[in-house]
C-alpha cells in the first residue's frame, strides 16, 4: 500500500544489492587497512578491487544449501576474486561486517531524514513568517479559551522540529560506529589499527569497546528518535484534522485539481493526508518498542535482535521519509481562512474575552470571587442563548455598568490586547 508513495532512494538503500553492496564496502576497507599495516600485500588488494563482485542470486543459491547469509555471500566473492580472496575477511567475524554496514546505511538514511527535517522546517516557518499577525481563538480542552495568532500556533511546531533536528544529529552521530574486533570483541586474531583505519575511511568511529556486536542501545536510540519525530508529525496532523471539520475550518489541506473526497458524496473534502500521517505515527512506535526489546542480548551475542531489525530499520526510515515528505506538501499548501478565524473569535458576542473584564473589574476594587461570579454569570447567559451575545449582556447589566462604563466594557473586546507581548516569542524564535 506504501509502495507507491515511497521515495526510491531511501527504498534503495535496503535492498539486497545494497545491503550486499555495503559488506563489499567494509571487507575491502579492512583490506585497505590490512595493506597499510604489511599484513597483505598491496598487489593481492589490487586484485580484489579489480575483482570483486557477487551477483545476489547466486548468493541466495549459496544460502540455500550454507544457511548462512555471510558466508554465501564470501563464497560467491571468492569465486569471482580466485587466490586472491583467502586475504578477505580475514580475523573477522559476521557481525564486524553486519554490523558496521549496518551502521554506514543507517547513517545514510538519517541524513535522507535530516534533509527532509529541513524541508518540513522551512516549510513551517514560511507558514510562520505570513501568519505572525492572523488572529485565531486559542483553545484548551477542545474548547474556545484566549485569542493568539496562527504564526503563534505554528511557532510552537517549528521549536518541536528544531529539537528534533538535534535529537536526529546526536542519534546519527550515535550510531556511526564500526566495529572490526573479531568473536567477542577482544581482537584476538586482528589488530585494532585495522579498525581505526577501516572506520576512518568509511566515516565510521571505532566503537570503544563492543562484544561480537555493536550493543543494541545505539539503535534503539535512533528508532525512538524516528518515533519521536513521527509523534510529532501525528500531533500537527491532528490540529489540522480538527481544525478542517466543517464546523471550524480554520485551515484545509491542499485539495488538488481532479480530486475525489467520497465515493458518495461529492462535496466532501477530507483531511487524507493527515489522518494517514496519523495511522503511520503508530508503526514508528511499535517498531520502538521493538528495538528496545532488541537491548537484551545472551551474554556477548545472540541474533535474536537481527530478524527484527531486518524489518523495523528499513520500514521505520522508509516510513519517516514518506510521511515528512508528505507533510511538508501539506504545510506549503495549507489553506488558512482568516475569515472563519475572524468568525470563531466572535462566538457567543466574544464571551472568550471574559478575562479581560474580570480584571478590568478587579482593577474597580472587587474581590476576584465577586468579580468571577459576575462575569461567569453573563457568559454563561450568553452561552446558553441561541443568539447570546455576552458583550451586550454586560453592558446591560447594572451589576456591571455600575462598575464599567460601556466604553470600557468595549475595550476588554480587543484581541491586540491580548497579543501585546507576542512579538517576544517571535524574537526568541528569529522569526
Sequence with gaps: MIDRYTRKEMGALWTDQSRFQTWLEVEIAVCEAQVKLGAIPEEALKDIKAKAKFDVDRIKEIEEEVKHDVIAFLTNVNENVGENSRFIHLGLTSSDVIDTALAINMRRAGLMLRTELNNLHDAILGQVRKHKGTVQIGRSHGIHAEPLTFGFKLGVWLEEVRRHQKRLDDAIENISVGMVSGPVGTFSNISPEVERLTCEVLGLTPAKISTQIIQRDRHAQYLFTLALIGSSLEKFATEIRHLQRTDVLEVEEPFSHGQKGSSAM?????????????????????????????????????????????????????????????????????????????????????????????????????????????VQTNAMKAWNSDNGNFKDYLSNDPSVTKHLRKEEIASCFDPNEYLKNIDVVFDRLGV
Design 266 to 374: 461529492p462535496h466532501k473534502r477530507n483531511p487524507v493526508g493527515s489522518e494517514n500521517i496519523t495511522g503511520l505515527a503508530r508503526i514508528l512506535r511499535g517498531n520502538a518498542m521493538a528495538a528496545l526489546e532488541n537491548i537484551p542480548l545472551w551474554h556477548e551475542r545472540d541474533i535474536s535482535h537481527s530478524s527484527v531489525e531486518r524489518v523495523i530499520i528499513p520500514d521505520s526510515t522508509i516510513l519517516l521519509d514518506y510521511m515528512l515528505a508528505r507533510f511538508t506538501k501539506i504545510m506549503a499548501g495549507l489553506v488558512v481562512y482568516e475569515k472563519n478565524m475572524a468568525r470563531n473569535l466572535d462566538v457567543f458576542g466574544g464571551v472568550i474575552f471574559s478575562q479581560a473584564v474580570m480584571l478590568k473589574l478587579i482593577e474597580k476594587g472587587l474581590s476576584r470571587e465577586d468579580a468571577y461570579k459576575l
